[in-house]
């Protein structure tokens, strides 16, 4: 098997100080991303989109294909079209039209502490909308017929990346995920091999914005991590 090329890397050596310092401060500006419910319209830089956009690109992914792409939505008419689709999708989840609820007492229960419910306006209040696709095959040419590789992961890892960014600049987000969410290939015109994963919702907070309380809960560390 022929060696790949490769290139020198090397990462600067902190002092277990600096390092445990460095990694503090940032678990401690991630900890104060809420998810936001209640948007302001006032526009946001272009640029900071890129940046987090740029960022969720460098993401690793398996075998390096990089199977993601990001429709960042700005138009009043496109996410009017979102938000009515969304809506509709909504209404049927919780059953907002008197028909049964898609989702079971439990799942109906367990969103109760949050206050959620069929309403979406911040689908079309918030300047931009990103709407995330997994691509199931393209590969880095985008070609539709190369195999991905662990889409999932790779995509949720990027995602990650991309929020992180956004909320280090000071912008608020969201995650939406209706249930289908099929027409978002059909409005952001994107082919049938990928996925529609979320939206991501991005904007300033609106004045007298809140976030429900409950969603301040966080398991401790103990409970999250073991070491073996």
Known sequence: MTAPETLPYTLEPLPDAEAIARARA??????????????????????????????????????????????????????????????????RFYGADGDAPKAGDEWLAALRDLGTDADKPFLETAPYLIVVFAQRKG???????????????????????????????GIATLTHTPSPMGFLRQVCGRPEWEKPLMIIVAGRPAAGATVPAHALVKKPLEQIASWL
């Open 139 to 169: 590969g880095i040419a985008e070609d539709g017929e190369t195999q991905n590789y662990y889409v999932n992961e790779s995509v949720g890892i990027a995602c990650g990346m991309l929020l992180a960014t956004l909320h280090a600049a």
């Open 26 to 91: 940032l678990a401690a500006l991630l900890r104060e991303r809420r998810t936001c419910r209640w948007f302001s319209a006032a526009p946001i830089p272009r640029a900071v989109i890129e940046a987090a956009i740029d960022a969720a690109g460098s993401a690793p992914s398996g075998a390096n294909h990089q199977p993601w792409h990001f429709a960042v939505v700005a138009s009043p008419e496109t996410k009017r079209a979102i938000r009515e689709a969304a809506e509709a999708e909504e209404r």
